[in-house]
Each structure stands twice: as C-alpha cells, then as structure tokens.
Nanobody, 123 residues
Framework: VQLQAFGGGLVQAGGSLRLSCAAS????????MGWFRQAPGKEREFVAG????????YYVDSVKGRFTISRDNAKNTVYLQMNSLKPEDTAVYYC?????????????????WGQGTLVTVSS
C-alpha cells in the first residue's frame, strides 16, 4: 500500500492540527495503521495505532488524552487529531501501514511508510 500524509504545519502551543493519510490499494481495510514521529536529533518514535476496523486504538503515553487516531476505510484514509499541542510534539510525522499484530510499536512491523509531514509547535 502507498501512503501520502497531509496536514502538517506551524501551530502555537495549546493549538490543534489534524493529519490525514491517504492510502492507495484495495486492501487498505485489512492493515494495521499508525503514526510515528521523529524530532530533530531524536530517534523515531511510535505515536498511535489503530486496528483494521477502527474500533481499537493505542498510543504512546506522552500523547494519551491529547491525540486521537481514526480511520475511514471507505475513503482509504487514516487521521491523527492532535489537540493541546506542546513544543515537544514538534517532529516529522509518518503514516504507516502493516500486516502486524495489534499493539505493536515496533517500526519494523510496518512495511509501508508515507513521506512524512512536518508539525512545528511554537511556544
């Protein structure tokens, strides 16, 4: 599956952004989908994941209660709603897909990666 992420930008601390990821391919609905991010000078980090149906979601502790991942299988799209943004959320965000077990946070379990979209949160 090919992925393309949209929606990054510059936002003040406390603000919100919604990232979108459009996927190509007829098997989108079968994939575990997720988001990773990589801040300057830091390692890539798992952010959020969602199962094939969209019913089950999981997050890294630092974004719980602020970020929400969702998907629309009819539109082959996954979203990341980010609220109460903090400067430490500044990073390039990557949309990912994989035939992997629900709950995994390992980057190697996701075989498809989008090109990344930059989110910058100013203080």
């Amino acid at each position: 599956v090919q992925l393309q992420a949209f929606g990054g930008g510059l936002v003040q601390a406390g603000g919100s952004l919604r990232l979108s990821c459009a996927a190509s391919g007829r098997t989108f609905s079968s994939y575990l989908m997720g988001w990773f991010r990589q801040a300057p000078g830091k390692e890539r980090e798992f952010v959020a994941g969602i199962n094939w149906s969209g019913i089950r979601t999981y997050y890294v502790d630092s974004v719980k209660g602020r970020f929400t991942i969702s998907r629309d299988n009819a539109k082959n799209t996954v979203y990341l709603q980010m609220n109460s943004l903090k400067p430490e959320d500044t990073a390039v965000y990557y949309c990912v897909a994989g035939n992997a077990a629900y709950g995994t946070k390992r980057s190697g379990d996701f075989g498809s990666w989008g090109q990344g979209t930059l989110v910058t949160v100013s203080s």
